[in-house]
């Protein structure tokens, strides 16, 4: 990836998908997949609103500008008739692009693919996704996540990443837990799914794109027979990587079961006896992580990566959420990635949940949507993975009746952000406020 090229160099066109595809209500899915549709409702909650409606933006994506670039995999914690009717209900405000039944892969659509769905808990990562939920509930992981499921959904995903121009890759194709929250306020309320128990390393299998440092069977690679980057992606062995995990409810908290899991614990310092890293979100106080499967702060998941820091002995060290963090080098594997670092002269820079464009850039009738700092930091010689470049976006909607102005707007700004693997979650900084280094 060279990074500072795309973030510095003309915008890429917009990839529209093969031929024209008229919008009805047949499934978009693959040829022989079990598909139906079933629509979500469209519907206004308070006439007196025009911003008051359920349960999605209509739109016409790739053709007005805003591109697809990621697929969000959920779980629904409910079952799949509750789903579907909870889709249908525009007073609950969410919605899905396809919902798959455990039992037998069963897909249903919900939102047309150029529709935006309220479907990831931040706005900017809707724009650009499609959402795929997937019935279960994450606490009770094999019970749920069939092997009929996993093939219906990875067949859906071939199908769109093809049709859309989505790369099968970690940085694309990512967890609803991974989606980062838009304000301080709203980033311990991010959903956690589809959790520790779904296999990454088994689906990117059935994707036919083998996670990187993995083999088919989810083994780490050997550290010593790489080269030696900065760079570290987390692969346990699914199987045997049975990570301790509590369940917590208001009636209090139980020990799961030992099953495996694509969960990798990070320590504050370089032993297993080390407390777990915290995170200002979810424990402000300043106490560490938890094994509760709600407790994301001190867990990295498979497929992600991050820049190397330090390494003493069996263990490596990481950047991650504005501070070290330990984790065990079996448990990951080492490749090479582009590095992103306060510019020279910033004691720390801020980072961000979403990337919407300067204020200056909305039309007088467009409401400014405003970018706000996270409660997280980078502070000067740590360095993150870059992901992505990014030009600032947002996508203006109400309902669609026809008399609101400038509705259905792609505004398009002149700041430009970087999307970095930042800690459990995907996160932004101002391209002003980095160096990149493609190492």
């Known amino acids: 990836m060279v990074l500072a090229t795309a973030v510095f160099g003309a915008e890429p066109a917009i990839a529209e998908p093969p031929g024209a595809v008229q919008m009805t209500d047949e499934p978009e899915c693959p040829t022989r997949l079990n598909c139906r549709f079933i629509p979500a409702a469209y519907a206004q909650t308070d006439p007196s ?21 990621y697929i969000v995999i959920h779980d629904t914690e409910e079952r799949y008739d509750r789903a579907i009717a ?34 990831a808990g931040n706005y900017w990562f809707n724009m650009h996704s499609i959402g795929i939920e997937h ?46 929250g838009t304000t301080p306020a ?26 990187r440092g993995a ?9 010593a027979h790489v080269a030696d980057p900065p760079m570290l992606t987390i692969a346990p062995r699914f199987a045997t990587n049975t990570e301790p995990l509590r369940n917590c409810t208001a009636e209090g908290c139980t020990d ?35 094994t509760r499967i709600a407790d994301w702060s001190a867990s990295a998941v498979a497929g992600q990566s991050f820049v190397v820091a330090e390494r003493r002995g069996k263990w490596t060290a990481i950047w991650f959420g504005g501070r070290l963090a330990w984790l065990e080098s079996r448990m990951s594997a080492l490749e090479h990635g582009a590095l992103v670092t306060p510019r020279p002269g910033r004691s720390a820079i801020p980072v961000y949940g979403t990337a ?3 204020a200056a850039a909305y039309p007088a009738t467009v409401p400014v949507t405003t970018v706000v700092a996270l409660q997280y930091t980078i502070p000067a010689g740590q360095v993150y993975l870059g992901v992505e470049p990014h030009r600032g976006d947002y996508y203006y909607a ?32 101002d391209a002003d406020d980095v160096v990149i280094e493609d190492y």
């Open 215 to 223: 083999s088919s069977e989810g083994l780490a690679v050997p550290a």
């Open 49 to 69: 609103r025009p911003a008051a409606y359920g349960n999605y933006h209509k739109a016409d994506r790739p053709r007005d500008g805003d591109d697809i670039r």
């Open 356 to 358: 919407y464009p300067e």
């Open 398 to 429: 109400t309902f669609d009746r026809g008399d609101v102005a400038d509705h259905r707007t792609l505004v398009v700004g002149n700041r430009r952000f970087v999307e970095i693997s930042f800690n459990h979650r995907r996160a932004f900084v």
């Open 186 to 211: 709203g980033v311990a309320a991010m959903h956690y799914d589809p959790g520790p128990y779904w296999d990454w390393a088994h689906y990117f299998d059935l994707l036919g794109a083998p996670l």
């Open 86 to 119: 909870r889709f249908q209900d525009p007073h609950t405000g969410v919605s899905t692009h396809y919902l798959i039944r455990s039992s037998d892969g069963e897909i249903t659509q919900l939102v047309h693919t150029k529709d935006i769905a309220h479907q």
């Open 135 to 180: 019935e279960g509930v994450l606490a009770e992981g094999a019970r749920w996540y069939t092997e009929a499921m996993y093939q219906s959904s990875a067949r859906l995903v071939r199908y769109l990443a093809a049709r859309y121009h989505i790369p099968l890759d970690r940085d694309h194709i990512l967890g609803h837990e991974e989606v980062p």
């Open 256 to 290: 799961l079961p030992s099953q495996g899991s694509n969960v990798v614990y990070l320590r504050t310092e370089p032993h297993a006896d080390a407390a777990l890293v915290g995170d200002p979100a979810l424990h402000p106080d300043g106490s560490p992580g938890t």
